[in-house]
T-cell receptor, first 117, second 110 residues
Framework: NAGVMQNPRHLVRRRGQEARLRCSPM?????VYWYRQLPEEGLKFMVY????????ESGMPKERFSAEFPKEGPSILRIQQVVRGDSAAYFC???????????????FGPGTRLTVL | AQRVTQPEKLLSVFKGAPVELKCNYS??????LFWYVQYSRQRLQLLLR??SRESIKGFTADLNKGETSFHLKKPFAQEEDSAMYYC????????????FGKGTRLSVIA
């Protein structure tokens, strides 16, 4: 099991362009979480998805940001019309299906570092 | 509101000295508390969680509900403990997002 994969590892965009970040969860994991880490800050939750469903998007800005986790393929975090403030490290984590009543460990990917010029 | 506070950005200790990384939380209810660690050039990984009450790599952490704290301790620091440490909480069991503190960088000096 290769672990959670994220690509690209580094992404440079100019203001106004679109950024697409991809996350492939660990084999057998059906839950995906996206977190953002601004410089000198901790990781902040953005969105939680299961296959084809958004479960919780309370941490995601309402404009310009969207996320999906299709039946086939990786989860995608999409940022439209990027601004300098979007420059950050974006981490994806995955966890197995819930068993109820106990915490399911989240396994983190290496992150994508987005730089907006 | 859920919040995790790690008051120290950087903690430097000598090898063999005791270590305590502080973590305080704010949550109405019964949270689950965790410590995550990120070694140089590696991914963030779970170190330990309060519910399992175990010692990992010599580290322990006790949940103190009265003081709303979950400090990470190790009696004798090793150079390989140098890393970034994040305290985190989740509000309920199962699959749930985590709330992280800003992290403390531990530097163990030989």
């Amino acid at each position: 099991n290769a672990g959670v994969m994220q690509n690209p590892r580094h992404l440079v965009r100019r203001r106004g362009q679109e950024a697409r970040l991809r996350c492939s969860p660990m084999k057998g994991h059906s839950h995906v979480y996206w977190y953002r880490q601004l410089p000198e800050e901790g990781l902040k939750f953005m969105v939680y998805l299961q296959k084809e469903n958004i479960i919780d998007e309370s941490g995601m800005p309402k404009e310009r940001f969207s996320a999906e986790f299709p039946k086939e393929g990786p989860s995608i975090l999409r940022i439209q019309q990027v601004v300098r403030g979007d420059s950050a490290a974006y981490f994806c984590a995955s966890s197995p299906p819930g068993t109820g009543g106990s915490y399911n460990e989240q396994f983190f990917g290496p992150g994508t570092r987005l730089t907006v010029l | 509101a859920q919040r995790v506070t790690q008051p120290e950005k950087l903690l430097s200790v000598f090898k063999g000295a005791p270590v305590e990384l502080k973590c305080n939380y704010s949550y109405s209810g019964s949270p689950e508390l965790f410590w995550y660690v990120q070694y140089s050039r590696q991914r963030l990984q779970l170190l330990l969680r309060h519910i399992s009450r175990e010692s990992i790599k010599g580290f322990t952490a006790d949940l103190n509900k009265g003081e709303t704290s979950f400090h990470l301790k190790k009696p004798f620091a090793q150079e390989e403990d140098s890393a970034m440490y994040y305290c985190a909480l989740s509000g309920y069991s199962g699959n749930t997002p985590l709330v992280f503190g800003k992290g403390t960088r531990l530097s163990v000096i030989a």
